[in-house]
């Protein structure tokens, strides 16, 4: 299984890839793999989260529409709430996107989060890694954002956070620690009319209170995702970001550093704080793969 088969072979071919992954991720076979899609991305990867019923499904769809329009590639990952019975996703985004199952430019997985309180799956780094390598956009939507779910900010290169009419003042997206999270803001359901305003106005209000990246102003857009209103714009935000990142190694460096603290969130996870420890420097090289080095230390610890 290499990343050429993979990408040769089809939807098929990255399903069962994925699958082998979550069965034995530190079998010589899944570390080749990723450690050879961690070394050649294409993707840009686009993060997306927001409380529940903001409608980032349908805005996903939208995207996705947009996206395959342009004749670019897309994977989307779902990470949904997970059932108590089976721990599978509960709600299976598959059946909620409206795409042709016949067009090998779209991949669609849905992953449960199960015990995970950052709004993603623990598969997610993997999946985003191996697809990064295949298409031209890779799609996140998180389970939904509260006050911890902000996982997201550490495996995308641009977050999208979606916010509804109706749904607080500047002082809540304050609380929620909404700043902190986006290099896009989205007000959905912006048919709404006055409260998309009124939401709009209130984010605006709340990001101008917190220190924003240099050399980047965080657009709050407008976007009725029915209509189709709105998304060129939302797609043209999202390219310009990602020309952003181009520039002077930013997109480099943030994708090293965003692996080099899942290497540690992964140790920490395996073996604790104290196998974190006798690990010792977990520091990444611009070469180093994340997987090689969590299979060797799983050798050692």
Known sequence: MTLSSVGASGKVALARALARIEQAPDSDEVVDLLSEAYAAPVAHVVGMTGPPGVGKSTLMNALIRSWRADGRRVACIAVDP?????GGALLGDRTRLSTDPEDQGIFVRSMAARDRLGGLAG?????????????????????????????VVGVADTVLFCVQPGSGDSLQFMKAGI??????????????????????????????L????AGWSIPVLM???????????????????????????????????????????????????EGVRRAGDLRLAADDSPFRRLAELAQRL
């Open 82 to 86: 997970s059932s108590r019975r089976s």
């Open 123 to 151: 598969l997610t780094v993997s999946a985003m890694v191996l697809m990064r390598a295949l298409y031209d956009v890779v799609l996140i939507e998180t389970v939904g954002v509260g006050q911890s779910e902000t996982e």
């Open 179 to 208: 700043a902190e999270i986006p290099h896009v803001v989205v007000v959905t359901k912006a048919d709404m009319g006055a409260a998309a305003r009124r939401a709009r106005a209130d984010v605006k209000g709340a990001l101008s």
């Open 210 to 213: 917190a220190e924003e990246p």
């Open 223 to 273: 976007v009725a995702a029915m209509e189709q209103r709105g998304v060129d714009e939302l797609v043209a935000a999202i390219d310009a970001h990602a020309a952003y990142l181009s520039e002077g190694g930013r997109l480099a460096s943030e994708r090293q550093a965003q692996a080099g603290a899942w290497l540690i969130e992964a140790v920490r996870e395996r073996f604790g704080r």
